[in-house]
């Protein structure tokens, strides 16, 4: 069993979470992208 809700994960989950779409998808790349540039640090 996998633990998915906090407090059991121990981990809060905030934030962008960077998992790149390879360019061997421009379409879903290209939502990646524009996604990602929208995104605020």
């Known amino acids: 069993m ?6 059991r994960t121990a981990v809060s ?3 962008w979470w960077d998992v790149p ?4 998808l421009p ?3 290209k939502d990646y ?3 990602r ?3 605020k640090l």
């Open 27 to 29: 379409n879903k790349r």
């Open 2 to 7: 996998t633990a998915r809700e906090w407090p």
């Open 37 to 39: 540039a929208e995104e």
């Open 21 to 24: 779409i390879p360019t061997s």
């Open 13 to 15: 989950k905030s934030g």
């Open 33 to 35: 992208e524009k996604e």
